[in-house]
């Protein structure tokens, strides 16, 4: 068990209206009640954001997004400012998921000018990594990781731990219904932790949280966090039920 605050955070990907996404939050805040033992977030899509702002005002489930652009503004069409989350409510960004890697090119460089804009506008990155089946078959998983990490979170100016959460996502694992062991999940977030180090510095590496994300599910999130480098989980489908998210909430904590 990890001596961090847990956090428990949610990927809804692009599942839910603004009135569906704004019942399953009112109904999660609920359950979660005010509990402060895990930190919990939440990340519905863009178009649901300021409602669901609304619904846990006084609920101490924060607030993420799934994706920005590292621009202040201009003319991108379709995309998102940094200065725009914060101000419909949101403290997390979930960046480089895998779907945006795979789905919309997204780089490590992108990737890295995300998470500066990020934090020079006081959100806190959630910035995935992780290999693919074909890769991990290659035994290229840990030299994947390593240009994912130190191209991604590259010269990030982080003032505390707290700025950043890097989330290890076998790309394997993601809606698939497999799990990474507790084992081969530990072994890849102490290889991270190591990596944290070498950029930030022992301390601050000791304080950032690394969640592991594939196929959460009540049933597992205990036995992955009673490692000592996991320190919560990034969930995606069982995150969309309020029932069963809030029992992976319970487990974490
Ligand atoms: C995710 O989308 O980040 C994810 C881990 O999805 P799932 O939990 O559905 O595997």
Redesign the pocket.
Known sequence: MSQRKPLIAG?W?MYKTGPEAEATASRLAELVGKDESVDVMIAPPFTALALVDRVLNASPIALGAQNLHWEAEGAFTGEISPDMLKAAGCTYVIIG?S?RRQYFGESDEGVNRKAKAALANGLKPVI?IGESESQRDADETFSVLDKQVRLGLEGLPLRGPEDLVV?Y?PVW????GKTATKDQAQEVHAFIRKQLAHFFGQDMAAGIRILY????KPDNIAALMAMPDIDGG??????LKPEIFAEIIQFGA
């Open positions: 990927n990907k998921h779907e995935c989330a996502e694992a993601i809606g698939t994300g594939g196929s959460v990034l969930v995606g489908g069982a995150s």
